[in-house]
């Protein structure tokens, strides 16, 4: 649960550190030579960007799920009161406090999800530290998705990286992952005998400290 919690506690911006803690639903198989290796391509690819910080390249890489994350993020970022984003998960919900801090207002009003992603990874908000650690084992295949054993520093992880292709190309899928940083986000506040929200409260007033962090709780003017 370790490796969990120190996610939930990273800015939960395209870190892919974990995935899926289901080692593959039934149906799956093992990827054919050709998957196998389109997805580590994927995989290799998105990491090399991520960690140079080559945002272009990285988002290029990533799921239709993961625009359509931001740009639901970047329209709470906007409009959404603290009501509003009480009912959303805590993953998301530290996402539109960090896209009022580290985005541009006009960004956020008028940019797409590609901006914001590259936004995210040109500005260095991803887990660095999970992502150069991680390898991928076993690819298994169902359909359209697949999921990779995860590895890290040479030990299978309990957990896995998944993938989706699109238009015939894989892409790294992290929507499973969001829900592990939540289970991570309870986690933590549990063991220290807290809140999710404080715990959030802690990530922003660390980051950005008490005056900014506040700040972050209103919806972008204008």
């Known amino acids: 649960m370790t490796w969990l919690i120190r996610f939930a506690l990273c800015l939960p911006l395209l870190v892919a550190g974990c995935g899926s803690s289901d080692g593959g639903g039934g149906g799956s198989t093992s990827a054919a030579p050709d998957d196998t290796g389109a997805v580590h391509k994927a995989f290799e690819t998105y990491t090399k960007a991520a960690l140079a910080k080559d945002g272009a390249t990285a988002q290029g890489v990533l799921a239709d799920t993961v625009s359509k994350y931001y740009d639901d993020a970047r329209k709470l970022a906007l409009t959404a009161g603290d009501e509003q984003l009480a009912g959303i998960s805590s993953t998301q919900r530290l996402t539109v406090y960090v ?27 991803v887990g660095e530290d999970g992502i150069a650690e991680l390898a991928l084992g076993k690819v298994n295949v169902t359909g359209d998705k697949a999921s990779a054993q995860a590895v890290v520093g040479g030990q299978e992880a309990p957990y896995t990286v998944d993938f989706i292709r699109e238009q015939g190309v894989w892409k790294v899928d992290i929507a499973p992952l969001m829900t592990l940083a939540d289970e991570g986000f309870t986690e933590a506040a549990k063991q220290q005998g807290t809140t999710v929200n404080a715990m959030i409260d802690g990530v922003l007033v660390t980051k950005y400290g008490p005056e900014k962090a506040a700040a972050l709780h209103q919806p972008v003017a204008g």
Do not use: M, N, T
């Open 99 to 125: 896209l009022r801090a580290e985005v541009e207002p006009a960004v956020l009003r008028s940019g797409s999800p590609a901006d914001l992603l590259k936004i995210s990874f040109d500005k260095g908000l």
